[in-house]
Each structure stands twice: as structure tokens, then as C-alpha cells.
């Protein structure tokens, strides 16, 4: 059989620039052949019976040679949630679920006995814990703040839903693993019924205002006008007419959106409202700050 080169960068291509052993043979390459271009470095193996065409490689080829080498092996935990490309999860490692018995030299594993099929599904090509399984699993490896902004953008998303997960934790958090214990917390904490935050920098917000010992707002409240018609602020005190606009790298996508966001402050003022502005840095720099401004602000009601 012809090998056929072009063929076996094609296929790498559409894998993080991954090749099986089985792909090389089907496409001509005999294991003499393989050896030949390993000691040329035109290939290098990444896992057992996978190899890696070294101009292709991603962000991604280290952990895929390993879930493509492993055929119980998904990327889960940290490395789920940054294939999701959830909020809070910044740092990139191999990080997988196996069952008990696999043995997996590389990465981070967890082995376990309960990671059903309909857990895992594929992301860019890998193998990987579904949403809601990867924020089960991922309090068990950060703190529940992190937890909690993966589970809004997820939500925010509509990755998962808050009932899916509950019936999910129900099924797993028996077990005395710490990751149901977090993620059970951290929907505790959520007001019932409320609508995921709109943005990470909200998130973060609402998170500020907690560890400030400060009330969290109503998400998405609707007000009427006084010209008629309604308007709806992200995030408001109704009680004390007070409502906050947060102002994130890419709030306004737009000329026109940047000014309807201020035509509508305009008119929740004329409707008696009274609003807080807070930038990216004001949350993530001060947030003590930002606490104590709304807490001043919910104290001056008249």
C-alpha cells in the first residue's frame, strides 16, 4: 500500500494533530516506517499508540493523546470546565476520570466507579465530562467561588439547568466526595428562581457583595416608566429604589447599545430610581470598596 502523507496530516488536522497507530497502518505506514519518521521528528509520541505531527500541535494535543490512548479515559474536573470554557477555570493542565482499575501515568487523575455514559459526551474532539457532571466534579479541586461562576456562565449558557443538576447530585453526593458537598453549597446560596447572572463581572459582583456582608440585588427586575412602557435593570434594590450597571470590557457591544444603556438610566432615574456604576477593575480590584459604597447607598434612601 502507498503511504500517503497528505492524507495522515488531514487527519491530524481534525485531531489536535494527533495520529493512532491504527491510522498510520490504514493509510500506509508500516511500525519501521513509524520508527524512521519518530527519529526524524517528523512524529512524536505523545501516549501509547498515539502519535503527535509536531507543527500541529494545540492547547489540546497533550490531553487528547491521552483520552485517545485511553478509551475509558475523559478529560474532567478543570480540564472539562476549560474545554466548556466556563468562567472562573483559568488553569490549564491534563486532568481525567478513568475507572478504578485503569491505569493512567500522566495528569491528574481521579479514578472512579459512578461516571455514567450519559455523563460524558465530546468537546473539540475530546472525550469529556458533560456540563453538569464537570461542575459535580470540579468543587472537589477549587474553592466554591470558582464553583460558583462556573455554574452561572454555565446556566447563563443553558449548558445545564439547575434541576438537572440537583437530580444529579441526588445520585452522587452520598458518597462523601467533596465536589457534591461544594456545588450543593453554592446552590444553597443561589436565590430560588433566580435567573443566572449575565455576565462573569455580575457574578464577581454578587460575589463581592456576599463577603461584604451586604444583601444580594434582584437579578433582571422590570420597572414601569413614566412615560409608559418598562425598562429592565441587571441588578436592583427595589425597596430602596437603588440599581447597579456594571460596566465590563464588552458591555456595549456597540455605539448604539452604549447609548440605549445610558437613555435607559436616564429614565429609571425620571422614575425615581437611583443608580451605582462599577467597572471591571472597581470589582476585581476593591471589591471591599464596591460593598461598602452599595451598603452606604441602600442606607441613604431618601
Known amino acids: 500500500m502507498e503511504f500517503r502523507s497528505k492524507e495522515v496530516r488531514e487527519t491530524a488536522a481534525e485531531r489536535h494533530g494527533l495520529v493512532t497507530v491504527e491510522d498510520l497502518?490504514?493509510?500506509?505506514?508500516?511500525?519501521s516506517s513509524t520508527s524512521s519518521w519518530v527519529a526524524q521528528g517528523r512524529l512524536v509520541r505523545l501516549a501509547p499508540r498515539v502519535y503527535l505531527l509536531p507543527e500541529l500541535l494545540d492547547d489540546w494535543s497533550h490531553l487528547a493523546a491521552i483520552c485517545l490512548s485511553t478509551p475509558s479515559a475523559s478529560a474532567s474536573h478543570r480540564a472539562a470546565a476549560r474545554l466548556w470554557d466556563l468562567d472562573g477555570v483559568e488553569v490549564e493542565l491534563i486532568?481525567?476520570?478513568?475507572?478504578?482499575?485503569?491505569?493512567?501515568?500522566?495528569?491528574?487523575?481521579?479514578r472512579t466507579g459512578d461516571l455514567a455514559a450519559f455523563d460524558v459526551t465530546e468537546v473539540e474532539g475530546i472525550r469529556c465530562t458533560d456540563p453538569t457532571r464537570t461542575l459535580v466534579d470540579l468543587g472537589a479541586v477549587v474553592d466554591d467561588g470558582v464553583v460558583e461562576r462556573a455554574l452561572e456562565c454555565a446556566l447563563r449558557r443553558r449548558l445545564t439547568s439547575v434541576r438537572r443538576l440537583e437530580w444529579r447530585l441526588d445520585a452522587l453526593a452520598g458518597r462523601g466526595r467533596p465536589g457534591?458537598?461544594?456545588?450543593?453549597?453554592?446552590?444553597?446560596?443561589?436565590?430560588?428562581?433566580?435567573?443566572?447572572?449575565?455576565?462573569?463581572?455580575?457574578?464577581?459582583?454578587?460575589?463581592?457583595?456576599?463577603?461584604?456582608?451586604?444583601?444580594?440585588?434582584?437579578?433582571?427586575?422590570?420597572?414601569?416608566?413614566?412615560?409608559?412602557?418598562?425598562?429592565?435593570?441587571?441588578?436592583?434594590?427595589?425597596?430602596?429604589?437603588?440599581?447597579?450597571?456594571?460596566?465590563?470590557?464588552?458591555?456595549?457591544?456597540?455605539?448604539?447599545?452604549?447609548?440605549?444603556?445610558?437613555?435607559?438610566?436616564?429614565?429609571?432615574?425620571?422614575?425615581?430610581?437611583?443608580?451605582?456604576?462599577?467597572?471591571?477593575?472597581?470589582?476585581?480590584?476593591?471589591?471591599?470598596?464596591?460593598?461598602?459604597?452599595?451598603?452606604?447607598?441602600?442606607?441613604?434612601?431618601?
Open 25 to 31: 497502518r490504514e493509510l500506509g505506514l508500516r511500525s
Open 95 to 110: 486532568e481525567i476520570s478513568v475507572p478504578t482499575a485503569v491505569k493512567v501515568r500522566r495528569g491528574v487523575v481521579h
Open 180 to 302: 457534591p458537598r461544594a456545588l450543593r453549597r453554592v446552590l444553597a446560596r443561589r436565590p430560588g428562581g433566580a435567573p443566572a447572572t449575565e455576565s462573569d463581572l455580575e457574578t464577581r459582583f454578587v460575589q463581592c457583595l456576599r463577603a461584604g456582608g451586604v444583601d444580594e440585588p434582584q437579578r433582571q427586575h422590570r420597572i414601569s416608566l413614566p412615560g409608559g412602557g418598562s425598562a429592565r435593570l441587571d441588578l436592583a434594590y427595589p425597596a430602596a429604589r437603588l440599581f447597579v450597571e456594571l460596566d465590563g470590557w464588552a458591555s456595549h457591544g456597540s455605539k448604539g447599545s452604549f447609548e440605549r444603556d445610558r437613555r435607559r438610566q436616564n429614565q429609571a432615574v425620571l422614575a425615581g430610581w437611583r443608580p451605582l456604576r462599577f467597572t471591571w477593575r472597581d470589582v476585581e480590584g476593591d471589591p471591599a470598596r464596591v460593598a461598602v459604597e452599595v451598603r452606604e447607598a441602600l442606607a441613604c434612601r431618601g
